[in-house]
């Protein structure tokens, strides 16, 4: 529709106010109170304006269009109007002191040179320090509320209220305005995300990083390094160092939003103890070398031991965190110049189930739809997965599909913060998610609620899946589960009928027994109900590490090729002896699991890991620590002297991803840019760059010149990356996989008409019982995950001041069996299992239920992995990290040892709830 | 011997004034029957007694404990039909008042109550609005909006739930006759939900009750259990909630979509609008808001026709206003009586002129943010258009009437500091400007203020009336802008020249 602002015709669209439609055609009306994040508020009244045949002078932010419509908004009337409400903003301000930038360009814009008002009363002097990362300064607020709405309609975390009344009326966080003002944030359930901070138009709340280094004075583009929703960044810098990541407002996937580790957890670049040279351990001895000496020194063993023992005595594992490019490059070494497939990434741990159960049903192994689809979605069920924490930025978007009205169905043992806001919430036991699924699939099947239409059109194999179900009636499925059978029928019904279901799975669906199997159960049921192939629904795991979609897309896997072709594809072969000069070696290679069982049997010699701490993040740790020992050599390139570098022959330092360029592929398949905004340390060389001299040095030289020819080399190999290249991933958009050929848009919603192998095929599976289950001598099954504060092996966040947030792996038990057991919160316990014991403080959470035990791996000195079994799924050898047995034991103070680095006497654990 | 049936309110007014202690001190008394019923309103005869005469109610006013054995020997009653305050006034929402007791379901019918009711439910939602409509009734909260066009807008969006709302946040200074409504004839206002609510299709109602009324509260509550029990509650087949929320002491969550925000259990700051209530009002969904005295106005209206309620009033204010008088006056209380007499009128007939000794200085209409009346204004037609000419409102009908021993400035600065106060503290001219006012007037009182102050003050009270975001801002500076300008010495001669 057209209207008139200010005599100029502009373009608005039904649902525009006058000052967004004015804000598009380039007008610039002040305001302060208002963000395109945020809904219409209408609170700072400067952007007020006068509408032809209407009485009064409303604000223009909360005044929508009507076609036709006259509008001024610089009028006499108005600027007068304006001027007098700046001049209330700024006598309130704090007199002796310079202005807010802000309010100082809104005065000089306004025409407002001094305030009238004689002795007017000041805000409040109020402070808060007590968050880690920003500060809030109540004297230069100006109670806009739009940090309070941005923890309320961006992060749903509800830390912040306004208090008070009148003139006296001011953001606080948690219940501080009524205790300590100063200690608000710390005591709140703020997440950190830093949403208030964004939408701060003062500067009241405020990044320490800034106050303390000064403001940035340019910008790069990146995409973050931490899980795999991949936000993209405006890393702040100031000379040559960055001082601030500010989340992009127009990043595909997190629309300006982000979370705590992206946004404040990217100090540990800076941090005293990272590698700078690389180091060469002789016993125990560690040794500073040159760069070259270590290069021809990796050269050397790797030949000798391929010259020795054959390519197989060699392997390699790469980095779930690299580029799309340094993965690529690891793979066209290990196969060009070993001659072997023995490679894969740390999605074996994690999403490798998630990968052959799609692929054997859909026929390709990533998210269905996108993160934008959470906005279509008419219900959304979450799987195994705790994305408030492990995935923020999606776990916020479904919290405010959620409060739109979507109802949420969660799956999951724990009640985790979205189990709690859930719709339905079926608790199942751990390890039982394919009997669930079938429960579901059982209650569609016989109520007819199957998409009859879809089967027969898309499909084959349902008879399979029916025999399947069958048995599984919710009573049946109430025995195993121990979700109630009405809860079963009902998530059926919702799931089915709801129009537009979308699932999003996470670990808690893969990292089992039989994870392939759930995931399996869980696109049967997708499949059952035409829940694929359309806007707002599909099968969406979250990937949990940056670009661990990525290098599985560009080959570091032991199974596939760039692209999940496979190796014994003949025109394959063919391209990729064109291409690179070698044959492509076609024999299947190890999974990482292999590589430890080839290690301890001796077939194993020689290893190069790149950003993976397996000592720390694999399970069964004893097991994988032995192994690693067998080796003749291992290079392990990383930032920092990880618990795998420690047992490492050659560590070779690595640069960090604000170090570097390249592209990640996130859990939508969205391929992003990251762009190097600053140096990495002295002589430290980007992955793909150690490779090339390596490969270099074993007689195959390659040479690039930057990492876009490499991609480049991708797109040439890979038909789902035929289109990809730097040029086109310049837009802020990037690209999502499949992009078949150089003019294709790319690809947001897959199978939208057909499936990669035609039709997706249901494949019925049977529940079978986790690898272990309670036993007297072990009554316990402890379930193992992430926490929002750490990530992971806990490398990057434990240099941070996430620290001071939460400094522990805490272990959460219901209070009922801490009663039983005569625990306390912050006593701590042995946790026995049959592989190995570790030492944890317990923390009492209803999370958990009775009989469950909860606790993360995010700190080296807990050793939790140690407890975990080699149990893996059959057919992804994904492990089963959610299911072990154990056994709880109480532990005096004089037996710990007196190197145990954990300050145990005051540990920070902070549980989102 | 049978007893002796009196008739005494149990109004909170009317108890303040005394019938709560004649009811205790005659509660042991044989030989008497105590009926506590709703209150006349003639508050300045309180306590008052009535007792049934064959030529109707004979009341005796002033009453003492001591003086039951006069009323019991018919001694000295004056029949109420001739107590001209009452006499001159044309009830009709409150036709019941002072006669019957409040959660008698049987007294209300026999009032003619539910006859409104009865007709909505004979026929279709959209005739009861095109009978509203017929009836050109305005809401009576103070804004004046043709209620048909709410309905019509709530009855037309398309939604899961809708919602009718009343507002019971009466906190206009000197107003009180919702609280009489729901104190004295609670089933009037839940007729007229229900009316609404078959109307609009919605299946629950609340109440949003001002913490300060804890009698109405009860009552109430009584009186939504009665009509269950009564099964009355259904709307279109379904049962149709209503509940009782008690406010927590905001003036502002009387603004309607600051009491929305508080009922939905957060802090009562306003909503901008658009989008109104009736599109999107309570969680979001449809829903009417309206004042109590608006819905008790609806049954009648159904009752009797639209076209009966168009009869009365003024061209643009049609039906009864129900005032409250107060203040300096001889004879405060409730009057309801057809829009359009003058001020001057409804002081001389019914206050009857100043208290004894007083000279009237100003008249304050629409509580504290009403503007201010000299004498010389007085002759002013009571309804909605002439008041909104004259830069003033009606407001809730509320009068207070002050006398020559007002300081003028200090009752400016008063009702700035209260405004300063009630502010929800969203937007920027009411959370700051408030503030900046009380602090010139304050300068004023203590001498040191200048002639810049004053025009900084008219200059900000223009900035609040424009830029305010809902009427506590916007009206805020009337009486203080009213008062500068009829009494300007009162301000100039404490300014330094």
Not at chain 1, 202 to 211: D, H, P, R
Not at chain 1, 885 to 909: K, Q, W, Y
Not at chain 2, 201 to 220: F, H, K, M, N
Request: include cysteine; glycine fraction near 10%.
């Amino acid at each position: 529709m057209l209207i008139t602002i200010d005599g100029l015709p502009v373009t608005a669209h039904a649902g525009d106010t006058v000052f967004t439609a004015a804000k598009r055609a380039g007008l610039t009306i002040p305001g302060l109170c208002t963000s395109e994040h945020l809904a219409p508020f209408g609170s700072c009244r400067l952007c007020v304006c006068e509408v032809n045949g209407q009485k009064g002078t409303p604000a223009s932010c909360t005044t929508p269009v009507q076609a036709g419509m006259v509008v001024h908004t610089q009028t006499d009337r108005l600027v007068q109007l304006r001027r007098n409400v700046t001049e209330l903003l700024l006598s309130e301000q704090p007199k002796d002191e310079a202005l807010p930038a802000t309010l100082h360009e809104l005065a000089q814009s306004v025409g407002l040179d001094h305030v009238r008002y004689r002795q007017p009363a000041a805000r409040d002097q109020l402070r808060d320090s007590s968050n880690p990362f920003f500060t809030f300064d109540n004297a230069i607020c100006i109670s806009c509320a739009r940090c309070v709405r941005a923890c309320d309609e961006i992060q749903g975390t509800f830390a912040l209220t306004m208090v008070g009344r009148g003139f006296g009326s001011r953001p606080m966080a948690g219940a501080s305005g009524y205790g300590e003002s100063a200690m608000g944030f710390a005591t709140s359930n703020c997440v950190s995300c830093g949403a208030c901070v964004k939408e701060c138009p003062t500067g009241a709340l405020a990044e320490k990083t800034i106050q303390q280094q000064g403001n940035p004075t340019e910008t790069v583009r990146t995409t973050c390094a931490y899980c795999g929703v991949g936000c993209t960044f405006d890393a702040g810098l100031r000379d040559g160092r960055v001082v601030t990541m500010v989340p992009a407002d127009d990043g595909p996937s997190n629309h300006g939003h982000a979370c705590m580790k992206g946004r404040f957890g990217w100090t540990y670049i800076y941090a005293e103890d990272r590698l700078k040279t690389p180091m060469l351990r002789t016993g125990s001895t560690w040794q500073a070398i040159s760069w070259d000496v270590a290069l021809d020194r990796l050269a050397y063993e790797f030949t000798r031991i391929k010259t020795e023992s054959g390519p197989d005595a060699l392997a390699a594992i790469s980095s779930s965190r690299g580029t799309n490019e340094e993965n690529y490059l690891f793979g066209k070494f290990i196969r060009c110049v070993m001659g072997t497939n023995h490679i894969d990434n740390c999605a074996r741990v994690c999403h490798s189930a998630t990968v052959t159960g799609m692929m054997e049903t859909l026929g390709a192994s990533a998210a269905t739809n996108s993160i934008q689809d959470l906005d279509q979605a008419k219900l959304i069920m979450v799987v195994g997965a705790n994305p408030t924490e492990s995935h923020p930025v999606v776990g916020a978007s479904i919290k405010q599909a959620h409060r739109r009205g979507v109802p949420l169905i969660v799956i999951d043992p724990r009640k985790t913060e979205l189990a709690r806001l859930a719709t339905l919430h079926l608790p199942l036991k751990p390890g039982t998610n394919v009997a669930l699924l079938n429960g579901i699939g059982h209650v569609v099947a016989k109520e007819a609620l199957l998409d009859r239409r879809f089967i027969d059109a898309r499909t084959d194999g349902i008879d399979d899946w029916l025999k399947a179900v069958e048995p599984c009636t919710p009573e049946w499925t109430e025995q195993i589960t121990g979700v109630p059978a009405d809860l079963i029928r009902a998530a059926a019904r919702l799931y089915a009928t709801s129009g537009a279901s979308l699932c999003v799975h996470g670990l808690g669906v893969t990292e089992h027994r039989w994870g392939s199997h759930g995931v399996m159960a869980l696109v049967d049921l997708a499949l059952a109900t035409g829940n694929l192939g359309k806007p707002g629904t599909g099968i969406n795991p979250l990937r949990g590490q940056n670009n661990v979609q990525g290098a599985s897309d560009v080959g570091c896997l032991p199974t596939f090729f760039t692209g999940y072709q496979a190796l014994n594809d003949p025109a394959l072969g063919s391209l990729h002896r064109a291409v690179t000069g070698r044959p492509l070696p076609t024999k299947r290679g190890m999974k990482t699991p292999d590589m430890w069982d080839a290690a301890l049997a001796g077939r194993l010699k020689g290893l190069w890991i790149i950003g993976y701490d397996v000592a720390q993040t694999d399970p069964n740790l004893t097991k994988v620590h032995e192994a690693l020992r067998r080796l003749e050599f291992l290079v392990v390139q990383d930032l920092f002297m990880s618990e795998t570098a420690k047992m490492a022959h050659l560590v070779l330092p690595g640069a960090a991803f604000l170090e570097k360029d390249g592209t990640f592929t996130n859990l939508e398949r969205r391929i992003q840019r990251i762009r190097k905004a600053v140096d990495p340390p002295q002589g430290v060389l980007p992955d793909w760059q150690v490779v090339c001299e390596v490969s270099t040095r074993m007689g195959y030289p390659m040479s690039y010149h930057h990492p876009s020819e490499i991609m480049d080399e991708i797109a040439r190999l890979t038909p789902m990356f035929a289109g990809v290249s730097y040029d086109r991933l310049e837009s802020p958009e990037g690209l999502q996989w499949p992009v078949p050929a150089v003019g294709h848009e790319g690809t947001a919603l897959m199978h939208r008409d057909r499936f990669p192998k035609g039709k997706a095929h249901f494949v019925g599976v049977d529940y079978l019982p986790p690898g272990e289950s309670p036993t007297e001598e072990y009554p316990f099954t402890l379930v193992t995950g992430r926490i929002l504060q750490h990530y992971n092996c806990g490398a990057q966040t434990r240099r941070t001041d996430i620290l001071e947030v939460v400094d522990v792996d805490a272990l959460e038990m219901h209070p009922e069996d801490a009663a039983r057991l005569q625990f306390a919160g912050g006593d701590l316990v042995r946790l026995v299992s049959p592989r190995g014991h570790a030492i944890l403080p317990v923390v009492l959470s209803e999370r958990v239920q009775p009989g469950q035990l909860f606790t993360s791996f995010h700190f080296p000195a807990s050793d939790v992995n140690s407890l975990l079994s080699s149990s893996a799924d059959d057919q992804s050898r994904c492990p089963e990290y959610k299911v072990s047995v154990v056994r709880v034991e109480p532990v005096e103070r004089e037996e710990l040892d007196a190197d145990d680095e954990r300050e145990l006497e005051a540990v920070h654990v902070r549980l989102i709830t | 011997m049978s007893r002796v049936r009196l008739y005494l309110s149990n109004d909170t007014s009317s108890c303040a004034a005394g019938t709560e202690r004649l009811a205790e001190a005659w509660r042991q008394r044989s030989g008497i029957e105590l009926v506590r019923t709703s209150s006349r309103g003639a508050f300045y005869l309180e306590p008052m007694v009535e007792r049934d005469s064959p030529e109707g109610r004979l009341a005796w006013c002033h009453v003492t404990a001591d003086d039951l054995p006069r009323i019991l020997a018919g001694d000295g009653g004056i029949p109420v039909s001739t107590i001209p305050f009452l006499s001159k006034q044309t009830r009709h929402t409150f036709v019941s008042f002072g006669m019957t007791e409040p959660l008698s379901l049987e007294a209300y019918q026999a009032q003619g109550g539910l006859a409104g009711l009865r007709k909505a439910r004979q026929v279709s939602p959209s005739a009861i609005i095109e009978e509203i409509k017929t009836s050109r009734l305005r809401g009576r909260g103070g804004a004046a909006f043709p209620v048909w066009k709410k309905w019509d807008v709530a009855a037309t969006t398309q939604a899961d739930r809708k919602y009718v709302v009343a507002n019971a946040d009466e906190g206009d200074a000197g107003t009180y006759c919702d609280r009489m409504i729901m104190e004295g004839d609670p089933f009037r206002l839940i007729e007229g939900m229900l009316i609404c609510a078959r109307a609009i299709g919605a299946g629950a109602g609340y109440i949003y009750c001002r913490q300060e009324y804890p009698a109405a509260t009860v009552c109430l509550r009584a009186a939504i259990r009665a009509a269950g029990e009564a099964g009355w509650l259904e709307s279109g087949g379904q049962p149709f909630t209503i509940e009782v929320v008690s406010g927590a002491g905001s003036y502002v969550c009387g603004e309607e979509t600051a009491l929305l925000e508080s009922l939905e259990g957060r802090r009562g700051v306003v909503r901008a609008r658009p989008p109104h209530p009736a599109q999107s009002g309570l969680y979001g969904r449809p829903t009417i808001v309206s004042n109590v005295l608006t819905f008790a106005t609806i049954p009648n209206i159904l009752a009797r026709g639209g076209a009966w309620h168009a009869s009365l009033g003024t061209e643009g204010s049609r039906g009864t206003i129900a005032l409250q008088l107060g203040g300096r006056v001889k004879q405060p209380g409730l009057l309801e009586i057809p829009f359009g007499l003058t001020l001057r009128e409804v002081l001389d007939q019914f206050g009857l002129g100043m208290a004894d000794g007083a000279r009237l200085k100003a008249v304050q209409v629409g509580g504290p943010l009403g503007s201010l009346f000299t004498d010389a204004q007085l002759d002013i037609p009571i309804c909605f258009d002439e008041f909104a000419k004259a830069d003033a409102i009606l407001g809730h009908g509320g009068i207070v009437v002050f006398d020559d021993q007002t300081d003028m400035l200090e009752l400016s600065r008063h009702l700035m500091a209260f405004v300063a106060d009630e502010s929800c503290g969203k937007c920027v001219p009411c959370r700051i400007g408030s503030l900046r006012a009380r602090e010139i007037l304050e300068t004023i009182q203590s001498g040191q203020a200048t002639e810049a102050d004053l025009s900084l003050l008219t200059e900000l009270g223009d900035t609040m009336k424009a830029t305010s975001l809902c009427a506590l801002g916007s009206r805020a500076p009337y009486p203080v802008l009213s008062a500068l300008q009829q009494f300007p010495v009162e301000f100039r001669s404490r300014v330094r020249s």
